[in-house]
T-cell receptor
Framework: DVKVTQSSRYLVKRTGEKVFLECVQD?????MFWYRQDPGLGLRLIYF???????EKGDIPEGYSVSREKKERFSLILESASTNQTSMYLC??????????FGPGTRLTVL | DQQVKQNSPSLSVQEGRISILNCDYT??????FLWYKKYPAEGPTFLIS?????DKNEDGRFTVFLNKSAKHLSLHIVPSQPGDSAVYFC?????????????FGTGTRLTIIP
């Protein structure tokens, strides 16, 4: 079974803090993705990566950055958290040409 | 600009009957379509997919239909069971163009009434 794990299920941060969300997959997938899910908006792609040290912007990259130093790990960074970044964050991974497998999500609240 | 649309935010169906969830898309480059199911406090799980070279794909109780001329796909669940109550997302990608990105719809909350 593919396993995608995310470092925290729930996180509460203050405005202006730097926030790290970690994602690890154990199936040697090339592709990794970060989404946020908001009511009425579905899942929106923030960033994705096709390989180690490679990254591409998704549809809503503003205010976020990512890091992929190892194949199995993809980190999402909020440089200076703001209240409009309160959301459910979902990580996914896939083999090239196949469906994406998702982690359980991190519910981030920025106060 | 919403390229993948699920116009019904919610749907209620009696247990044992057929559930039909609909999805429309606008981007002609989309050639691969997927349905995901999501329970509260969990990540989405893959259900079924269809390539644009087909118009139907079946997997057990789940069937996806694709109408390319109408840019419309639907997911049929028959018979519906209480465990099917969840939010369903359709997603699309332009896979033959080497694009692994998925564009998701806004989701339909399905409630199965016992």
């Amino acid at each position: 079974d593919v396993k995608v794990t995310q470092s925290s299920r729930y996180l509460v941060k203050r405005t202006g803090e730097k926030v790290f969300l970690e994602c690890v997959q154990d199936m040697d997938h090339e592709n990794m993705f970060w989404y946020r899910q908001d009511p009425g908006l579905g899942l929106r792609l923030i960033y994705f990566s096709y390989d180690v040290k490679m990254k591409e912007k998704g549809d809503i990259p503003e205010g976020y950055s990512v890091s992929r130093e190892k194949k199995e790990r993809f980190s999402l960074i909020l440089e200076s958290a703001s209240t409009n970044q309160t959301s459910m964050y979902l990580c996914a991974s896939s083999l090239k040409g196949y469906e994406q497998f998702f982690g359980p999500g991190t519910r981030l609240t920025v106060l | 600009d919403q390229q993948v649309k699920q116009n019904s935010p919610s749907l209620s169906v009696q247990e044992g009957r057929i559930s039909i969830l609909n999805c429309d898309y606008t981007n002609s480059m989309f050639d691969y379509f997927l349905w995901y199911k999501k329970y509260p406090a969990e990540g989405p799980t893959f259900l079924i997919s269809i390539s644009s070279i087909k118009d139907k794909n079946e997997d057990g109780r789940f069937t996806v239909f694709l109408n390319k001329s109408a840019k419309h796909l639907s997911l049929h669940i028959v018979p519906s069971q209480p465990g099917d109550s969840a939010v369903y997302f359709c997603a699309a990608s332009a896979r033959s163009f080497g694009n692994e990105k998925l564009t998701f719809g806004t989701g339909t909350r399905l409630t199965i009434i016992p």
